[in-house]
Every structure is written in structure tokens, then in C-alpha cells.
């Protein structure tokens, strides 16, 4: 089944006008989302876009909109100042055992459970 007649079957079974859908613009909004942030926004950007002008009433000009808006702030991603990158404001277990001195995992000298080995050899 190609794209078009899988996205024709999608409107059909969805009550989606297939006039409302611009396949070409939807695909570059997800590649805009999985360039500029990161691959897994991509399909959450259309989704989120998609929604947006769900509530605004719908139509092509509705989803026009939200696909510009949303374009528009993938495009700026990179560049926007004061935003977190939620991977280095989030610590993981190695870089929590870093910050505290303490070791992350037993240590050559330890037991199993990371308490120290108090059998004779």
C-alpha cells in the first residue's frame, strides 16, 4: 500500500477532510522537530500541532497555523537561550555517586553488597 492511499484510508476512517491534509507539510514538520530537537520529537510535534488546531476549530487553515507555529519554534530550538538541556540538569546515578565523593558500585576491596570484606584470604 503506498503513502497515499494508506493516508486517503486514514481520512476515511478518521472523518478527516483529505483536503485538509498536506502530507508534504506534515512530513517537513516532523523532519524540522527530529533535526533541531531530537528524532522522538517528531512524532509528538505533528501530533501536538495536529491537536492545536483540532481546538482551534479545524480546516486547513487551523492546521496551517499550528504547523508554522510549530515549525517555527523547531527551527529556533537550537538557538534559544535559557533553555535546559533536561540531560544536564538531570543526574544519573554515576554523576550523584560523583557529586558526593562516594563510589558508584563496590570497590575491589568490598564485598558483594559494597561493605568491606572482612573474611581472611
Not at 529556533?76 to 558500585?105: H, I, K, N, R, Y
Amino acid at each position: 500500500m503506498t503513502m497515499d492511499a494508506f493516508v486517503a484510508a486514514l481520512c476515511e476512517r478518521l472523518n478527516v477532510p483529505i483536503d485538509d491534509v498536506d502530507v508534504n507539510a506534515i512530513l517537513d514538520l516532523a523532519k524540522d522537530a527530529a533535526h533541531n530537537v531530537e528524532r522522538p520529537a517528531a512524532p509528538v510535534t505533528t501530533f501536538i500541532a495536529g491537536y492545536a488546531a483540532a481546538l482551534q476549530g479545524g480546516g486547513s487553515a487551523a492546521v496551517d497555523a499550528a504547523a508554522d507555529a510549530a515549525a517555527e519554534l523547531a527551527a529556533q530550538w537550537p538557538d534559544m537561550a535559557g533553555v535546559p538541556d533536561p540531560a544536564a540538569t538531570t543526574p544519573t546515578l554515576d554523576s550523584a555517586a560523583v557529586d558526593t565523593g562516594e563510589a558508584a558500585g563496590p570497590s575491589p576491596t568490598s564485598g558483594a553488597a559494597g561493605t568491606p570484606d572482612t573474611s581472611e584470604s
